[in-house]
């Protein structure tokens, strides 16, 4: 069992930055690949970026260039630092982990990020 807590969510200015931290613990982090999901209310849970165990990363086309995935093995942390932030970011994000390549396994309770223009 993985037990994620999401935090660094909060109000910010259009064209501000935000950074998101994911604590992990129950499972040997640095064999997890995490990931970081958004959903509004009322629509689907969409894909935001990825990092897999070996430190490559893939985002999705709505946030190349502004957001950036990381991770920090020593502190069982993974981190979304986004920038130049659109009100069309604000909402709920997800932190994810999974054991393999394919579906997530494991899911944190979500932080709020809210964006005001």
């Known amino acids: 069992q993985v037990q994620l807590v999401e935090s660094g969510g909060g109000l910010v200015q259009a064209g501000g930055s935000l950074r998101l931290s994911c604590a992990a613990s129950g499972r040997t982090f640095s064999s997890l690949n995490m990931g970081w999901y958004r959903q509004a209310p009322g629509k689907e849970r969409e894909f935001v970026a990825v990092?897999?165990?070996?430190?490559?990363?893939d985002y999705a086309d709505s946030v190349k260039g502004r957001f950036t995935i990381s991770r920090e093995n020593a502190k069982n942390t993974a981190y979304l630092q986004m920038s130049s932030l659109k009100p069309a970011d604000a909402t709920i994000y997800y932190c994810?982990?999974?054991?393999?390549?394919?579906?997530?396994?494991?899911w944190g309770q979500g932080t709020r990020v809210t964006v005001s223009s």
């Open positions: 994810s982990a999974a054991i393999g390549l394919g579906a997530v396994d494991y």
């Open positions: 990092i897999n165990w070996s430190g490559g990363s």
